[in-house]
């Protein structure tokens, strides 16, 4: 006989969903991929520029930008998940993908590898004889709105970009990384080739990173106005970075909410005068329930409780 039969009373009481950590890299392990990752995007993504001669350079600065970042994610991303940049990891938390402390941990490694980086070009710029001034070879890399725009972009138009560019990186991020996509080892050239071109348009702006982290390396060794310029450079990329996570995370519940609650299952007809309805303890127990990937505080944080 068939009949329907929810999956608690085929299995019995489930124990609650607990993440397993247990092939998982660690802390340590996913900081350190975070900032070196961070460091050798950022080395390459001011790099490249900083030391380009237009008359032959063979490759643009953003395109090294994109490659650097595919290579990143391709060589670190399966310990930390390949974000190396605080949007990125921010459109994750929102998402429900990786619980708020270790969001605020990773931003805190992105942000020293990226620094570290910042360093190393400004102690190779210091060995260069033709070059006087380096904090004006990186004012040419810094991120900057209005008169430090090569086009004289104001802030609302920096600030417009900023925010759709972060957006669509975050949501290319999500999609190919998700695990019901079957193109997701595809996922490092599909981010890589975003960055790429957004990096092409940010660079006729005015060095538009949408990489808090990369900005904040460039504007720390660059003269004042960049630094007090830097704030767009944060709240932009990381508003676009919420909405993108906030698009994904209706997705997910949009797609739990068409699972049945029932589903069809054969069940065979006991003869109650000879089976005495007796639980003997042979039964198979019930298979464990896997943990989805963003059953953390996250999704706890920004879904509150649920019935309230």
């Not at 994109?66 to 990891?89: C, D, I, K, Q, R």
């Not at 086009?151 to 290319?172: K, S, T, W």
């Not at 092409?200 to 310029?229: E, K, M, W, Y």
Request: aromatic share 6%; charged share 15%.
């Amino acid at each position: 006989m068939t009949m329907p039969v929810s999956a608690t009373e085929a299995g019995g009481a489930h124990p609650p969903a607990v993440r397993d950590d247990s092939l998982r890299p660690g802390l340590a392990a996913r900081l350190s991929a975070e900032a070196l990752g961070t460091l050798f995007v950022v080395v390459a993504g001011l790099g490249v520029p900083l030391f380009t001669i237009p008359q032959s350079n063979p490759l643009s600065a953003s395109l090294a930008g994109g490659l650097a970042l595919t290579a990143a994610m391709l060589a670190f991303g399966y310990l930390s998940g390949g974000h190396f940049n605080p949007a990125v990891t921010l459109g994750n938390a929102i998402a429900g993908r990786i619980r708020l402390v270790d969001a605020a941990a990773y931003l805190g490694a992105q942000l020293a590898g990226a620094l570290l980086g910042a360093v190393t070009l400004f102690g190779v710029l210091r060995t260069v004889p033709k070059i006087n001034d380096t904090r004006a070879a990186f004012d040419t890399v810094a991120a900057g709105f209005g008169e430090h725009s090569i086009i004289q972009v104001p802030m609302a138009g920096v600030l417009l970009v900023e925010v759709l560019g972060a957006a669509l990186l975050v949501a290319v991020y999500l999609g190919t990384t998700a695990g019901r996509n079957p193109s997701r080892a595809a996922a490092p050239f599909a981010v890589g080739l975003t960055m790429a071109v957004l990096l092409q348009l940010g660079q006729a702006i005015g060095n538009v990173p949408f990489n808090p982290a990369r900005a904040t390396a460039s504007a720390v060794f660059s003269s004042a106005d960049s630094l007090g310029q830097l704030w767009l450079f944060w709240v932009a990329p990381l508003v676009g970075a919420a909405v993108a996570g906030l698009v994904f995370r209706g997705f997910a519940q949009t797609t739990a909410a068409t699972v049945p609650n029932a589903v069809p299952r054969t069940v065979p007809e006991r003869d109650d005068e000879h089976e005495p309805d007796v639980d003997d303890g042979s039964a198979a127990p019930a298979p464990a329930v896997p943990a989805r990937p963003d059953d953390d505080e996250a999704r706890t944080f920004f879904d509150g409780k649920r019935g309230e």
